[in-house]
Structures are given as structure tokens and as C-alpha cells.
């Protein structure tokens, strides 16, 4: 018996059509009166740049406020935070990865932490968030990268010593030579 497929499951789709642009064109402001779109309390504004630095510098002055919060955040409230903060001062939000990278870079890294939620143990990112006035934390740099720095510093101080020795070893004439000159 050849298999056939069962007829509920197939669908047809309809073409696929370009959607009409629509245009609106403002209401004429009354005498007197703001225009109604653009006074509209749900209209989001052009941010200054819309660049991720002015965002983060903002979350962190929102986050550092009289209700805001500071010191040891869950990383999901400072997100929400970011959220409520553009819908607040009618900002269009900008992409969390970026903003929360520059953010990074203003108050230091992430860190995790095990928290105990209903009897088990969940690692949870978090955000050290300065009060106004404290100073920021130096940001953290890896081992790994370190160790690396030196190695590279190292090996740069031992060719400097090498291609000074052979400068000494050798005259100007043997120079031009080693270097395919005449």
C-alpha cells in the first residue's frame, strides 16, 4: 500500500502579497492646540543618537535614582529596568546584548551567583550596580588573558635584545648586506 499523506495536515497557503503602504497624515492642530499625533502620550521620541553608550549611561543614572536599584541586581531586573525606563521617557529600547555590553563597560562585568529558589540552586547572573557617588569597579580582566599579555611582553623584550646583539655583532656593511642591500 502506497503511504499517503493524511489531508488534515496539508494546507494550503495563500500567495504571498506586498502589504498597501499606508500614509496618515496629521490632523490639523485646532486653534491654539499641539498637534493631536504629535502630543500623543504613547508616541515614542528619537532618542539623542541612539547610540548604546547614551542608553547605558541612562539605565545606570535610572538605576541609581531614589526608587531605582542599586548594589547586587539580578540581571533580569536590570533588563526589565532598561525596558520600563524607555517606555517611561518615550525612548524606542535598543537591542538588551548591546546596551547591557556597554553597560558592562561603564560598572564592570556580570558575575554569577548560586541562589536557592524552592529547594533547589539556579545560577543567576547578576550586575554590581554603584550607588550615586560610589566609584566604579576597575573592570575585571581573565587569567587566561593576562598570562598571555606577559608571555607576548616577554618575547617582544627578547627579540628587542636579539636585533640589538646582531646590530652590535655586525658593522654597516654587514647590515646592508643581511637586508639584500648594496
Not at 521617557?89 to 537591542?95: T, Y
Request: hydrophobic content about 40%; overall charge positive; proline content about 8%.
Amino acid at each position: 500500500m502506497k503511504f499517503q499523506p493524511l489531508k488534515f495536515l496539508q494546507t494550503r497557503r495563500a500567495p504571498l502579497t506586498r502589504p498597501t503602504p499606508v500614509t496618515v497624515e496629521p490632523r490639523p492642530a485646532l486653534s491654539g492646540q499641539a498637534n493631536a499625533v504629535d502630543s500623543a502620550p504613547g508616541r515614542l521620541e528619537a532618542d539623542p543618537g541612539r547610540d548604546v553608550d547614551s542608553h547605558a549611561a541612562r539605565l545606570l543614572r535610572w538605576l541609581q535614582s531614589d526608587d531605582g536599584l542599586v548594589g547586587d541586581v539580578q540581571a533580569a531586573e536590570v533588563q526589565s529596568a532598561y525596558l520600563e525606563m524607555c517606555a517611561e521617557i518615550g525612548w524606542r529600547p535598543l537591542s538588551w546584548l548591546r546596551v547591557g555590553e556597554a553597560l558592562g563597560a561603564i560598572c564592570g562585568d556580570r558575575f554569577y551567583r548560586d541562589v536557592r529558589r524552592g529547594g533547589r540552586v539556579h545560577r543567576l547572573r547578576f550586575w554590581r550596580i554603584p550607588r550615586p557617588g560610589e566609584s566604579l569597579p576597575p573592570r575585571r580582566v581573565s587569567k587566561r588573558l593576562t598570562d598571555r599579555l606577559e608571555r607576548l611582553e616577554r618575547a617582544n623584550a627578547e627579540l628587542v635584545a636579539i636585533v640589538a646583539d646582531l646590530r652590535q655583532r655586525l658593522g654597516p656593511s654587514d647590515r646592508m648586506a643581511a637586508v639584500g642591500g648594496h
